[in-house]
């Protein structure tokens, strides 16, 4: 049982659970409905059209809100200095923790864990050419951002390695 199921047993209107099923009405969009939506999906009652609205009202959810951003070189910019130093960040955790000599990983399979870091790192490293493709122009800041980016993913190959090199080594029986 979801929220929405939830919400409509507590008004009292558990015979409309289908019609809000069959009208693709799901819990994000239900603060967003009025009187006449309620009519359109077939509850015909005013005083339970009345209580699903109070109790939708009274619901701690977020509504969907239309946004407006406007994406320009300076924005950009700043999404992919973001994306940089989240990336440091997790270069340095990974770091750490694989300098870290009390930690044995012997009996631990980790190759589903790699092989999934990988598949991160390559479908990241697709999104950020095709960002840089379609959207950034000029030459000049392509060729820094395509030379960080570049460093980027150099480091967390060779982190990844390293991981990779020192697991087969603890895993190893000899």
Avoid at 28 to 43: A, N, P, Q, S, W
Avoid at 79 to 84: E, G, S
Avoid at 101 to 124: G, H, R
């Amino acid at each position: 049982m979801d929220l929405l199921e939830t919400v409509l047993r507590s008004c009292q209107a558990e015979q409309y659970i289908n019609n809000f099923k069959d009208h693709r009405i799901d819990t994000y969009i239900l603060k967003l409905l009025v009187e006449e939506d309620l009519e359109l999906i077939g509850i015909d009652d005013e005083e339970t059209r009345a209580r699903v609205l109070q109790h939708f009202a009274n619901l701690q959810i977020p509504t969907e809100k239309k946004r407006d951003i406007t994406v320009n070189h300076q924005f950009l910019g700043l999404v992919l200095t973001q994306i940089k130093v989240q990336l440091m960040k997790h270069f340095a955790n990974l770091t750490f923790a694989l300098r870290k000599t009390d930690v044995d990983l012997c009996y631990i399979k980790i190759n589903p864990a790699i092989v999934c870091l990988e598949n991160c790192i390559s479908s990241f490293e697709h999104q950020v050419e095709d960002l840089e493709r379609n959207i950034l122009k000029p030459k000049s800041s392509r060729n820094s951002n395509r030379a960080l980016l570049l460093c980027g993913t150099l480091a967390t190959s060779m982190l990844f390695l390293f991981a990779f090199a020192r697991y087969t080594k603890w895993a190893s029986p000899y």
